[in-house]
């Protein structure tokens, strides 16, 4: 009952009397003597909670020492915490203290105690809003206390502080060095006795409503309270996963530093740059699991993926950007044809139901002009047998001819960048077309292929035979995150798109086979932002060295933020996504714009625009704007399409 009340009267101070801010530095102005807080005011934590460490201790202790496991960590280090407080004499304890009532060997204890100092240099970042007030007390020559209750030893504050750009400051005045505590207001008195100072001489700035607040006004001592959270994050969502609290925490302290300035950045960071961290650290893993150490990251949404990769690992030869793409190895594949619907079913992984002859044409880069082109504009669904059978004459020397043709030249290719025996496939997915075409035709090629997803599809079931694993979700059964993919498979695919062209065959110059890509005039300056935003979430983690606490999450911490944003957007954020469009092997606005009126004059135009969308939940959303469960209408209707 106790901390129910306390917790009550901590809200209350803070709603009255917390400091925007914005407004902090005019409210210190005045004063030459300034006391700042340590953590949670000058520093922030990149984990949820404090207890959160002992997970993180646990974790790595057991990592450097498999032999003598320990389990139960955290229980017992509070455990510890509380009976050194029983027997403490002083108003503070030690970490030493805390240490010595664990029941381990002392060596343990002591390696523990080390990588508890380690983690909370590790962990900590500094809170960018205070340390900008810091500088300008700097600059104004202000004299600066770092003021603050914690058990850590003080040359681990200090190691904390130097990390965070903490550098200049008169003097520590640690409870755990002074044996003194802001709680009982001694802490305070000691600055004012130690420099003479009357309490209205200094200002103190802190988060605790008591420590911070109400024990330096006690002291006469003018305080200024800041808010504990402050949200700096749009797209991160509740949970009761600690690890996703640890994400959306990292997110919230470190997206600040960027200053971005449009929607698309903060997308960027907040949601592709988890899903594209879990996918590489997850890609690393697995490349080291099953001892393969060439790894080809196919053209073209795998570029970001690469960058991301080398990002955090590093360069290395064995690691290598190439030119496939299912276009480009399916239109080799074409010798055996010997009817259209063969041709049409070695390109159903690459064309929409609703494609029409001339979309063939382009796909399987025959000149259209070439041939009779009263069929162009034709769906192939509503193709008659006759009409098959002329088209199939029609283009199937030129077919063949162009396929033997590629073969040769992938063969090449293959050869030229040494893709032979045991090699790895990394791509975004869906089904392991390229995969399954290069090795059914090349029996010299051992491929494993890492992808972010591999549909249950049963037009598909002779991709079986193929080893692959499934990074969000794989063929084995019908999943949740699969569904999701396949009805915003727009917006997820258009996170990874590179301004390049997709592979549509390959020429030989001089010896060197290159790939020829598809002239695109596309502007991706959305998509731009979004990587670049990715890469800094990337880069923030590697900089921070937090990659080792959260490199083995289970993806669906990482998938957190794009579940919400593909599940239940709101209105302002499909606005932003209808300016981008799509590219497949045609273009296609993200989102079509049209309102509910229209549709309701034009029923037919809504079921064809419907059945072309690449993001069907913001599609519903944006033409009936209202909140319905479309996600999960539209999800039973998809498994129930893919039985």
């Known amino acids: 009952m106790k901390k129910v009340i306390k917790y009550v009267f901590e809200k209350m101070i ?67 915490y509380r009976e050194a407080r029983k027997c403490c004499d002083k108003e503070e304890v030690t970490l030493d203290n805390i240490y010595s009532k664990l029941n381990y060997d002392a060596s343990i204890r002591n390696e523990l105690m080390q990588i508890e100092k380690d983690t909370e240099i590790e962990i900590s970042t500094k809170n960018k809003e205070i340390y900008e007030i810091y ?24 190691a904390i502080l130097h990390k965070n750009g903490y550098k200049v400051y008169q003097k520590i005045y640690l409870s755990s060095d002074k044996k003194l505590t802001k709680r009982s207001g001694n802490l305070f008195k000691l600055i004012l006795e130690d420099y003479k100072l009357h309490g209205n001489d200094m200002v103190h700035i802190g988060d605790s409503a008591l420590n ?103 360069k290395n030869k064995k690691i290598k950007y190439v030119h496939f793409s299912r276009r480009s190895v399916v239109l080799a594949d074409m010798i055996d044809v010997n009817s259209f619907d063969e041709i049409y079913n070695k390109l159903k ?52 001819k162009n396929s033997v043709s590629q073969k040769n030249l992938i063969k090449k290719y293959l050869q030229q960048n040494n893709i032979v025996g045991e090699v790895a496939f990394v791509d975004i997915g869906w089904r392991g077309t390229i995969q399954y075409v290069l090795t059914s035709n090349y029996s010299n090629l051992d491929i494993i292929g890492y992808y972010f997803g591999i549909n249950k599809d049963s037009r598909f079931n002779n991709y079986s035979g193929i080893k ?25 695919e258009t996170m990874f798109l590179n301004n390049e062209g997709t592979t549509i065959g390959y020429n030989e110059k001089n010896g060197i086979v290159y790939p020829v890509l598809e002239d695109v005039e596309n502007n991706l300056d959305i998509v731009k932002y979004i990587q670049a935003g990715a890469l800094d979430f990337i880069n923030d983690i590697k900089e921070k060295g937090l990659e080792k606490y959260i490199c083995d999450y289970d993806s669906s911490i990482f998938f957190n933020n794009y579940e919400k944003i593909a ?29 509910l009126f229209y549709y309701l004059l034009h029923p037919l135009k809504f079921v064809v625009e419907f059945n072309n969308s690449y993001c069907k939940v913001m599609f519903l959303k944006n033409t009936f704007k209202i909140n319905l469960p479309y996600y999960y209408v539209l999800k039973l209707l998809y498994r129930l399409n893919k039985r």
């Not at 400091?19 to 005011?41: E, G």
């Not at 500088?135 to 200090?158: A, R």
């Open 349 to 400: 992984s690459i064309m929409k139901k609703t494609a029409t002859v001339g979309d063939l044409y382009n796909v399987l880069n025959v000149k259209k002009d070439k041939y009779s082109i009263h069929f162009a504009d034709k769906k192939i669904f509503n193709l008659t047998t006759k009409e098959k059978e002329t088209i199939y004459k029609n283009i199937i020397d030129d077919v063949k």
């Open 14 to 80: 803070h709603a009255i009397f917390s400091t925007k801010y914005k407004c902090l530095y005019q409210k210190i102005s005045n004063y030459d003597y300034v006391s700042f807080d340590a953590f949670d005011t000058l520093i922030k934590r990149n984990i949820s909670s404090p207890d959160d460490i002992f997970d993180i201790i646990e974790k790595e202790y057991n990592k450097r020492n498999k032999n003598k496991l320990i389990n139960n960590y955290k229980f017992l280090r509070k455990k510890a």
């Open 212 to 314: 911070d607040f109400l024990s330096p006004i006690k002291n006469g001592i003018y305080s200024c309270l800041i808010s504990k959270n402050i949200k700096n994050h749009c797209f991160c969502t509740k949970s009761k996963k600690r690890e996703y609290k640890i994400i959306r925490q990292i997110i919230n302290n470190n997206i600040v530093f960027h200053n971005y300035s449009n929607f698309y950045s903060k997308f960027g960071y907040e949601v592709f740059g988890p899903l594209l961290y879990g996918f590489v650290s997850w890609i690393y893993r697995e490349l080291d699991n099953d001892r393969v150490d060439k790894a080809f990251f196919l053209a073209r949404d795998s570029k970001i993926i690469l960058d991301a990769y080398t990002s955090l690992y590093g």
């Open 468 to 492: 692959r694993k499934g990074y969000l979700f794989d063929n084995s059964v019908f999943d949740d995150n699969q569904s999701l993919v396949s009805l915003s498979i727009g917006l997820f």
């Open 567 to 595: 599940k239940n957007p709101k209105l302002s954020d499909i606005k932003m996504f209808s300016k981008v469009e799509f590219y497949g092997y045609k273009t296609n606005k993200l989102i079509t714009n049209h309102s």
């Open 135 to 158: 500088q300008k007390c700097i600059k104004e020559n202000k004299k600066i206390f770092i003021t603050s209750d914690m058990y850590l030893p003080i040359e681990t504050v200090k």
